[in-house]
């Protein structure tokens, strides 16, 4: 290691980025799925979760929410379970406790609440400190809290004299403790604080409405079991289809579009299909992803190593002829040249868990928050790094230690046992070929990962994005409250304009009905999504009117605007054509405008038929259009400052949240921005192994070739032909990984692109960009090192044997 310092050091700097991308890429992967993994039975606990088929447009959508009877009626009448666990998520909500002299202490937005019953805890583990789990959430009016809400809450009283203390609810549910449990230190998804019973929402003002409505599903009611045993989840799924069509007959012209299915515990943390919107879920791509990177890092590093290990074979040539002639069996040199690969993975290894504290630090906006790394009190961190040391050392070593252990010793005494055999050569050129192929497809991918990104960020999507914020009270049903929240927020100086509605343009709540328009000669029934707003707010989104008129201001639905899709579904080639059409859209409405075609959604997703309709009860949103910011870049936040003051007079007891929109669309693509930073730093990485691996190759070929540079010199050879001479093979190398690069990364960048309804075009200057790229960066260290080898003294050069 000594003597050749550079070899040694490139090699460990080479497996201490693979090794650290894996320790640090292994924490996230064991950390995401350690979720809910210490339940009893956990393999046996289910989620039911719901498909529903949109009957005329044949569009599936997936939820986690399911119909609120559905749970009495499972326990009732479904055979085959163990436990079954319906609850409800509550909002944010103010909890009141009673103090001294009867004044009650405020605590506002509490969070982390759930109405449960009492199977809730027979299911998923919980330490109870005071209470009976039996009957703690059995009757109306009781709540259990955990050791950190009681002692918020009861800041004096000890866990025992918490019970049979009194909590209000939203100021008018008066509810008693029955029971304290410890707050759960494992990972999990259930961390909810505060339990309040379920039987509470049916007999009190807090009932939401369609509460006994099969046909309704809201994404804050879900529904756990565990199953028996011997219990098979078709069997289930079986009765779950009987029980839905025993309870809730459709029309029979209409076909049976609702389904249920069964979610297991283990992918309850991994964005899905019915999850696809939760903020918090670990995105599995992003992880296969990442185990694929510290895969390819790993390889590149071995790559290296042998590389640069075979290179060198000749010169350890000598040593092996002696150590056999004194009586070294080939198994004693195996071992010896392991051990050696296996210190110099060590060593990269230490550096690596010395990084790791730094790295996670670094890579913090990306790193889980729950994430820890403490080397001597993990100890699955330790056996995976003892693992991995062993599995590097073998993988780098192992074929080394074939070769160089095969020497035989008459011929390496007399100089003839290594002269640069061609299946070395075609080995080290195959493995050089296999690293740039590995950096050039990491490079294009980046690049068209980042083109795509750009190209959702920055294309129009039919409506105004930038300077607009929205907030909302999503649990008021005031219309005198809003329309003096308004009427403040418009008064405010930095206010352009102001807008009340459900949701914004694009926003992934959405609200689809089945509507119908009788042409005359047939009846067109169409699935259509429905927005609510006021007359401003297609004013403040610059929503262009291609026909007809805005709406007018109502309480109730009166009038629609429908857009261009909706309009030529309906089969008007002239938007003006659907003009006064009557759409029955829960009653007959006239069509007053046509709207031009925004995206709705990501541009993941296509654009559907939309109408836009008034109704007071539904306008949950306060969209604000800002006025140009001032140039100390101060007006925005003084308006938000006096937006904030106007939101606490109408709504004290409520904290004042907003977003920007425009942010709040680009987090629509967060996981394919976390795969963009995933890719870019994977390609610096590959780039800079495969970098070294090839200045490893070069410094050697330079040195096995000095004495013929020397010659070439003293004949008349110019440093350019030179440097032209020993360039040549490698540039050779990375052209040819290039164009082995081109259709894997065209192929794997087209299946990605599919996820997209609106996409980049695949060009073709991303594919000559990344090549371009490499091949300068080949070009760089080639000429570096040959010019130095071209321009030496030619009489040092031939001095060296």
Known sequence: MWKNKIFSLINIIGLSIGISASLVIYLIVAYDFSFDTYHKDGNRIYRVVENFVLPLSGQTHKGAAVPSPLGNAVQNEITGLDVVSPFRKGEPAKVSVPGAAGKLIVFKDQKNIVFANENYFKLFEYTWVAGNPKTSLQQPYQVVLTESNAKLYFPKLSTFDVVGKELYFDDTVRTTITGVVKDITQHTDFNYKTFFSRITLETTSLKPRFWERWDHSQGVSQLFIKLSPHTTTPNIKTQLAALYKKHYTRDPNDPEVRSFDLQPLSGIHFKSDYDSHSPGLADKTVLYGLLAVAAFLLLLACINFINLTTAQAAQRAKEIGIRKTIGSSRKQLISQFLSETFLLTLIATIISAALTPILLKAFAKFIPQGLTFDLFNQPGILIFLLGLVAAVSLLSGIYP???????????????????????????????????????????????????????????????????????????????????????????????AMASLSMDPPASQSTWIGKMKYQDGKKEIETDVQVKIGDTNYIKLYQIKLLAGTNLSQSDTMNSLLINETYAHILGFTDPQQAIGKYIDCYGKKPVVGVIQDFNQTSLHEAITPLLITTEINSERTFNIALQPQNAEGTAWQTAINQMQKAWKEVYPEKDFDYAFLDESIAEYYTAEQNINT????????????????????????????????????????????????????????????????????????????????????????????????????????????????????????????
């Open 401 to 495: 230690a074939i070769v160089l252990s095969s020497y035989k010793p008459i011929l390496v005494l007399k100089g003839q046992a290594y002269t640069g055999k061609t299946s070395a050569v075609w080995l080290r050129k195959g493995l050089t070929v296999s690293q740039f192929v590995i950096a050039q497809v990491f490079v294009i991918a980046t690049l068209l990962v980042s083109k795509q990104i750009n190209y959702t960020l920055s294309k129009d999507m039919g409506f105004k994005k930038n300077a607009v914020i929205y907030f909302g009270n999503y649990t008021d049903t005031s219309s005198a409250k809003k329309k003096l929240l308004m009427n403040k927020l418009n008064a405010i100086p930095g206010v």
């Open 678 to 801: 995933l890719m870019a730093w994977s390609s610096g990485l590959t780039i800079f192994i495969s970098c070294l691996g090839l200045l490893g190759l070069v410094i050697y070929i330079t040195n096995q070739r000095t004495k013929e540079i020397g010659i070439r010199k003293v004949v008349g050879a110019t440093v350019v032909q030179l440097v032209s001479l020993l360039s040549k093979d490698f540039l050779k190398l990375v052209i040819l990984a290039f164009i082995i690069a081109i259709p894997i990364a065209w192929w794997g960048a087209h299946i990605w692109l599919q996820g997209f309804a609106y996409k980049t075009a695949l060009s073709w200057w991303v594919f000559l960009a990344g090549g371009i790229i490499m091949l300068l960066l080949a070009l760089i260290i080639l000429g570096l090192r040959t010019f130095k080898s071209a321009n030496a003294n030619p009489v040092k050069s031939l001095r060296t044997e």
